[in-house]
């Protein structure tokens, strides 16, 4: 028997499937996919610090060290002289008093996770290193996605990187930060603007995969996961494997929280780690369907029975009600979650909780992370937005160790961040009414003045207190 293997997440069917099948869901139940291996024969270090240090050089070019495959013994699906890399995950670990007091913990315990610095800019390319390592291993020469744009960005590097695969890209017309549009464009990817949201965009790429038989790397697909779970690797190696008390992540198809959950699960039964940290996962509540389906209809894992019921009546109301998410964090502007099973499993293994950041919230926390000199895009803030939200409600206790998810670069939508900075509040409300964001409390104007050395003189001596 194979080292790994595909099954089906639903306890009732439990299907296995080889690990070289592409399969966008279960044949048999239509539920998601995992990733399972046999742990008695993975070649793993005996103390959970010496992870990461070993299998440092994958294939894919001088200089190409990945922060993926260096734990590439915990990711045994694909054979070391396939796996595909553009150098990512080298990321950082990084302490942010002022986000930390803006949240209310205790500064020497929180951390912000900057996954903005991967190549393309996002977490994204953790998970593109796994699916895109697979799609190569199974032949495919076509990939494809839908996207809000950072899954773009990262399968068209890929694509470009490796020459192995053309990339087709699915993208909701008129719903895209430019800085994310710039890199598919850029880098050579084939960019459908569907007339349609991400939801939409999202159901058309799953049926021309599975009609026209190209790769999908959304994160429906469970080897996209497996790269993602490095994140939390890398987490726990920047802590010295002190295990923290709270992840705190933005959800939007939820994949991300989902690979978290998986990690720290499978750390935690063979013995890697001694505790599970609690997962918060972060809605804008501008797309609330998971902190609602959670919190006001009580869905939960529930073992694998999960009420699908309850899903699809949420669903048929908005359709109904002719609802669309709606949010500035475009990257979690997303109602119909893929990953919505896998996740309710990983909240309900890490005591988990689920809960929604405003707008407002989201641009106020992205001032204050800002002010570390960490540079975020809108739907990365939910995570310290969240996690302010979680200690004013006393689920955060101030001294806990708490971890955030910087998810994705400050310089992907550089709108959204001038558009704060800029504008008196008759002009925000015009350009943000919509989201409901009316002030910038924490904004840094920019200050017009006159081509005159006068003028520019007094400006500085006024701003920094001089009479
Ligand atoms: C994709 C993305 C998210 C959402 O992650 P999911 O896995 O879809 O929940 C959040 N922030 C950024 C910057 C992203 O690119
Ligand atoms: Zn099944």
Same mark, same amino acid.
């Given at each position: 028997?194979?080292?790994?293997?595909?099954?089906?997440?639903?306890?009732?069917?439990?299907?296995?499937?080889?690990?070289?099948?592409?399969?966008?869901?279960?044949?048999?139940?239509?539920?998601?996919?995992?990733?399972?291996?046999?742990?008695?024969?993975?070649?793993?270090?005996?103390?959970?610090?010496?992870?990461?240090?070993?299998?440092?050089?994958?294939?894919?070019?001088?200089?190409?060290?990945?922060?993926?495959?260096?734990?590439?013994?915990?990711?045994?699906?694909?054979?070391?002289?396939?796996?595909?890399?553009?150098?990512?995950?080298?990321?950082?670990?990084?302490?942010?008093?002022?986000?930390?007091?803006?949240?209310?913990?205790?500064?020497?315990?929180?951390?912000?996770?900057?996954?903005?610095?991967?190549?393309?800019?996002?977490?994204?390319?953790?998970?593109?290193?796994?699916?895109?390592?697979?799609?190569?291993?199974?032949?495919?020469?076509?990939?494809?996605?839908?996207?809000?744009?950072?899954?773009?960005?990262?399968?068209?590097?890929?694509?470009?990187?490796? =020459? @192995?695969?053309?990339?087709?890209?699915? !993208?909701? *017309?008129?719903? +895209? &930060?430019?800085?994310?549009?710039?890199?598919?464009?850029?880098?050579?990817?084939?960019?459908?603007?569907?007339?349609?949201?991400?939801?939409?965009?999202?159901?058309?790429?799953?049926?021309?995969?599975?009609?026209?038989?190209?790769?999908?790397?959304?994160?429906?697909?469970?080897?996209?996961?497996?790269?993602?779970?490095?994140?939390?690797?890398?987490?726990?190696?920047?802590?010295?494997?002190?295990?923290?008390?709270?992840?705190?992540?933005?959800?939007?198809?939820?994949?991300?929280?989902?690979?978290?959950?998986?990690?720290?699960?499978?750390?935690?039964?063979?013995?890697?780690?001694?505790?599970?940290?609690?997962?918060?996962?972060?809605?804008?509540?501008?797309?609330?369907?998971?902190?609602?389906?959670?919190?006001?209809? =009580? @869905?939960?894992?529930?073992?694998?029975? !999960?009420? *699908?019921?309850? +899903? &699809?009546?949420?669903?048929?109301?908005?359709?109904?009600?002719?609802?669309?998410?709606?949010?500035?964090?475009?990257?979690?502007?997303?109602?119909?979650?893929?990953?919505?099973?896998?996740?309710?499993?990983?909240?309900?293994?890490?005591?988990?909780?689920?809960?929604?950041?405003?707008?407002?919230?989201?641009?106020?926390?992205?001032?204050?992370?800002?002010?570390?000199?960490?540079?975020?895009?809108?739907?990365?803030?939910?995570?310290?937005?969240?996690?302010?939200?979680?200690?004013?409600?006393?689920?955060?206790?101030?001294?806990?160790?708490?971890?955030?998810?910087?998810?994705?670069?400050?310089?992907?939508?550089?709108?959204?961040?001038?558009?704060?900075?800029?504008?008196?509040?008759?002009?925000?409300?015009?350009?943000? =009414?919509?989201?409901?964001?009316?002030?910038?409390?924490?904004?840094?104007?920019?200050?017009?003045?006159?081509?005159?050395?006068?003028?520019?003189?007094?400006?500085?001596?006024?701003?920094?207190?001089?009479?």
């Amino acid at each position: 028997m194979s080292i790994a293997w595909q099954r089906c997440i639903n306890p009732a069917c439990a299907s296995e499937f080889d690990v070289l099948q592409v399969l966008p869901k279960c044949p048999q139940c239509g539920n998601l996919l995992d990733v399972e291996y046999d742990w008695n024969r993975m070649r793993l270090p005996d103390r959970a610090d010496h992870l990461g240090r070993t299998d440092a050089w994958p294939a894919g070019g001088p200089g190409a060290v990945s922060g993926v495959w260096r734990f590439g013994a915990l990711l045994p699906f694909v054979p070391a002289e396939k796996r595909v890399t553009i150098g990512e995950g080298h990321t950082q670990l990084r302490i942010s008093p002022a986000a930390a007091g803006y949240a209310g913990v205790k500064s020497a315990n929180f951390r912000l996770q900057y996954e903005g610095l991967n190549p393309s800019g996002s977490f994204k390319d953790n998970g593109m290193a796994g699916a895109f390592s697979h799609a190569a291993m199974t032949g495919a020469r076509i990939a494809a996605c839908a996207s809000t744009g950072n899954t773009s960005a990262s399968l068209a590097a890929f694509a470009a990187a490796s =020459g @192995l695969m053309r990339a087709i890209i699915f !993208i909701g *017309d008129g719903k +895209i &930060a430019y800085g994310k549009l710039s890199q598919a464009l850029d880098y050579g990817a084939f960019t459908l603007l569907v007339r349609g949201d991400f939801d939409d965009a999202m159901a058309r790429v799953q049926e021309v995969c599975a009609g026209e038989g190209l790769y999908l790397v959304n994160s429906v697909n469970p080897f996209r996961l497996e790269g993602q779970k490095t994140i939390m690797y890398r987490v726990l190696e920047g802590l010295d494997w002190r295990v923290p008390d709270w992840i705190v992540c933005p959800g939007g198809n939820l994949g991300n929280s989902s690979a978290f959950g998986k990690a720290l699960c499978e750390l935690h039964d063979h013995g890697l780690i001694a505790k599970l940290p609690r997962l918060a996962v972060v809605n804008s509540a501008g797309a609330p369907t998971f902190s609602r389906l959670v919190n006001r209809h =009580g @869905l939960c894992w529930n073992g694998g029975r !999960i009420d *699908d019921d309850a +899903i &699809a009546s949420y669903y048929a109301g908005l359709d109904d009600r002719g609802e669309k998410a709606h949010t500035l964090a475009s990257a979690i502007e997303i109602n119909r979650p893929v990953n919505l099973k896998k996740c309710l499993r990983a909240i309900e293994r890490t005591n988990g909780v689920v809960l929604e950041a405003t707008d407002q919230e989201i641009l106020d926390a992205k001032a204050w992370i800002a002010r570390d000199g960490l540079g975020c895009e809108p739907a990365s803030a939910a995570s310290v937005a969240g996690a302010k939200l979680l200690v004013e409600r006393g689920v955060i206790d101030k001294d806990s160790l708490v971890v955030a998810i910087l998810t994705g670069h400050q310089l992907k939508d550089p709108h959204a961040t001038v558009a704060y900075h800029s504008h008196d509040e008759r002009e925000l409300c015009s350009e943000y =009414g919509g989201f409901g964001v009316s002030s910038a409390r924490y904004a840094n104007r920019p200050f017009p003045v006159a081509n005159s050395l006068g003028d520019i003189v007094d400006a500085i001596r006024k701003a920094s207190g001089q009479k």
